[in-house]
């Protein structure tokens, strides 16, 4: 390339605009990208909704105290849960304190602490000798939390399990 070549090259790109050169282009990239991402995140934020943040946060803690309620008359009646989970089956045995006595069916809740639609509600009828019985879907491996509770909801027992540990899990009501 001779010198007159280079000064036509040179002087072509000098008097072409501003946006027929590859530069300013490359250059806003990085803030043209930075706002559209600032639009998406804001846009974000404004349409979905912060399940962590309680609307009424009084009446949620009406709620715990009558929960805590519950707990506490199960260690009045001196409730205690021994718990089996197996394949397909959920055995429980139910003791109480001497003339307490015992349901006739009760409501088990066995709940996955992250997966809402893995959680199971039981009703399950009595045996003999406070026994009570009831086929269970399968679960996955992990810890589940497992909810005893009359059918009256006067009471509640609450505990954990791991899966697939198989072994009786004893569940005392919360102290209070």
């Given at each position: 390339m001779n010198k007159e070549e280079k000064m036509n090259t040179a002087a072509d790109t000098r008097s072409a605009p501003w946006y027929r050169q590859r530069w300013p282009w490359i250059l806003m990239v990085a803030p043209v990208t930075a706002m559209v991402l600032g639009f998406v995140l804001l846009y974000l934020a404004i349409t979905t909704?912060?399940?962590?943040?309680?609307?009424?946060?009084?009446?949620?803690?009406?709620?715990?105290?009558?929960?805590?309620?519950?707990?506490?008359?199960?260690?009045?009646?001196?409730?205690?849960?021994?718990?089996?989970?197996?394949?397909?089956?959920?055995?429980?045995?139910?003791?109480?304190?001497?003339?307490?006595?015992?349901?006739?069916?009760?409501?088990v809740s066995v709940v996955h602490p992250t997966r809402?639609?893995?959680?199971?509600?039981?009703?399950?009828?009595?045996?003999?000798?406070?026994?009570?019985?009831?086929?269970?879907?399968?679960?996955t491996a992990g810890r589940w939390q497992?909810?005893?509770e009359d059918d009256a909801r006067a009471w509640r027992l609450h505990g954990d399990v791991q899966i697939p540990d198989g072994a009786t899990v004893r569940i005392l009501p919360y102290e209070v």
């Amino acid at each position: 390339m001779n010198k007159e070549e280079k000064m036509n090259t040179a002087a072509d790109t000098r008097s072409a605009p501003w946006y027929r050169q590859r530069w300013p282009w490359i250059l806003m990239v990085a803030p043209v990208t930075a706002m559209v991402l600032g639009f998406v995140l804001l846009y974000l934020a404004i349409t979905t909704n912060d399940g962590l943040v309680v609307d009424d946060y009084y009446r949620q803690g009406r709620a715990i105290d009558q929960t805590m309620a519950r707990s506490a008359q199960a260690a009045e009646l001196g409730l205690v849960a021994d718990v089996r989970l197996r394949a397909g089956e959920i055995r429980l045995r139910l003791s109480a304190d001497d003339g307490v006595e015992l349901p006739r069916v009760i409501v088990v809740s066995v709940v996955h602490p992250t997966r809402a639609g893995f959680d199971q509600v039981l009703r399950l009828d009595a045996g003999h000798g406070g026994e009570y019985a009831g086929p269970l879907a399968p679960l996955t491996a992990g810890r589940w939390q497992v909810q005893i509770e009359d059918d009256a909801r006067a009471w509640r027992l609450h505990g954990d399990v791991q899966i697939p540990d198989g072994a009786t899990v004893r569940i005392l009501p919360y102290e209070v």
